[in-house]
């Protein structure tokens, strides 16, 4: 569904399968945020098809961070153009945990990534991103907002009403509240999370922060 002019959303909607919300920035180059599980990536190209495009007019595939339900059907871009970008940290996650890659859902040779996205400006062919470490649901975790729209892509984060877990490998619950608190400080009209409702409005946003602040953070 379309959010606003250059910006669409492929949300899950389904109970029964844990994916996640992938979102499409349809610029000069086109970027895939958190593209989901390999098995449930049709959900995502049905969504492409109705756009008129397919998986090689993808430019940029971003992680916003390394847990499966976000990043498995990374392994679909290997023979397309798409670069495809993770947070170091993230990786260095994965590479931990490759042992235990067939239990974990996800196989690092190949989701690697062609560059690591860093603390600050993140530019792709005229539209200007800023990319902020945000780690607490996992290490390397990131947020990218987007100035032009004031648009925050959380990943796991927060949601609507709530806060990413942080009983998986790597969370901290000390993080994740800097995190959630250094986010208070954009400009943001949308939060757009990897998973349930995208909240809209500069005092909805502020209501759920407040509400976040002040319910969950006694449980983290």
Known sequence: MKLFDRLHA?????MTANNCNTYLIDGP???LIDPGHLHLFDHVRRGLEKLNLRIEDIG???GTHCHPDHIEAVQLFAKTPALTALHEKG???VKSLEQYAGAFGVKPDLIQPDFFLKEGDLSVNGLDFKVLHTPGHSPGSISLY???KKALFVGDLVFKGGIGRTDLPGGNGSLLKKSVQRLRELEIE???PGHGDIISGKKEIGKNF???EHFWFHYI
């Open 146 to 148: 987007w100035p032009e």
């Open 10 to 14: 492929f949300p899950w909607e389904s």
């Open 60 to 62: 940029l595939v971003i």
């Open 210 to 212: 407040n509400q976040i």
């Open 190 to 192: 949308w939060i757009l």
């Open 29 to 31: 180059t086109r970027v």
């Open 91 to 93: 990786w260095e996650l």
